[in-house]
């Protein structure tokens, strides 16, 4: 068997096209064989690469967060901010970040249980690589900077991920828009209570304005399959 040369334009390409169809005709109407048929290559070829469409779509957003990783890591790296003001320049810089937006445009239905693998890689996600890499470590140079308030920083860490990915994201959790501003502000009451004084400043409205956007696409989406 001839092997594939450029294995990385491969996954380009593939990434290419199931983007292209999940923005079309949403990620719950899209198959494999759909994603095959935009290429001359086999279903064969795109499962040497990937297991699934979930396992595409998270490649996806990882690719299209390369520019927000580097943002992240100048943030965990500079020297002039707090703990505390590097958490609120983290807040506020992923909430810019392309994974609402990106899950919006495609449609992927907010069901936990439909999209359980997805909802695993988050998880999985968050307990290996964010909050370990990112998270924790910013909080203990705010616990020895005094502007952070916990004697648990890897638990502050995957609490504070894990509510504001898997149960404030509309992406999990589709609600009316005062449902969706509660639990925003809860989740503020809870850092406070955990020890950390960030402020939500705009991220509430950016948070109704994805589940506006996610909702018509589900519904645009759904009309057309």
Request: no cysteine; glycine share 6%; aromatic share 6%.
């Amino acid at each position: 068997m001839a092997r594939n040369k450029y294995p990385e334009e491969t996954v380009s390409r593939i990434l290419d096209a199931a983007m292209r169809l999940f923005r079309e005709k949403g990620f719950e109407h899209t198959t494999i064989q759909d994603i095959v048929d935009q290429l001359d290559v086999t279903k064969g070829a795109v499962y040497h690469h990937f297991k699934s469409k979930e396992d595409i779509l998270d490649a996806a957003i990882d690719r299209e967060s390369e520019p927000l990783m580097r943002l992240l890591v100048e943030i965990r790296d500079d020297p002039r901010m707090t703990g505390l003001e590097k958490m609120q320049a983290l807040f506020e810089a992923s909430m810019n970040g392309p994974q609402l937006p990106l899950s919006a445009e495609v449609a992927m239905a907010p069901d936990p249980v439909r999209n359980s693998r997805f909802l695993g890689m988050q998880y999985q996600s968050i307990v290996e690589e964010v909050a370990p890499q990112f998270v924790e470590p910013i909080i203990r140079e705010g616990m020895a900077d005094g502007t952070i308030r916990t004697e648990h920083p890897q638990e502050m860490a995957e609490v504070i991920l894990m509510l504001a990915n898997l149960w404030v994201s509309p992406a999990f959790r589709m609600t009316d828009a005062e449902s969706l501003r509660r639990r925003m502000d809860y989740y503020v009451e809870l850092l406070h209570l955990m020890g950390l004084d960030v402020q939500p400043g705009h991220i509430a409205g950016m948070l109704e304005e994805f589940r506006d956007g996610y909702e018509r696409n589900l519904q645009e989406k759904g009309e057309r399959a």
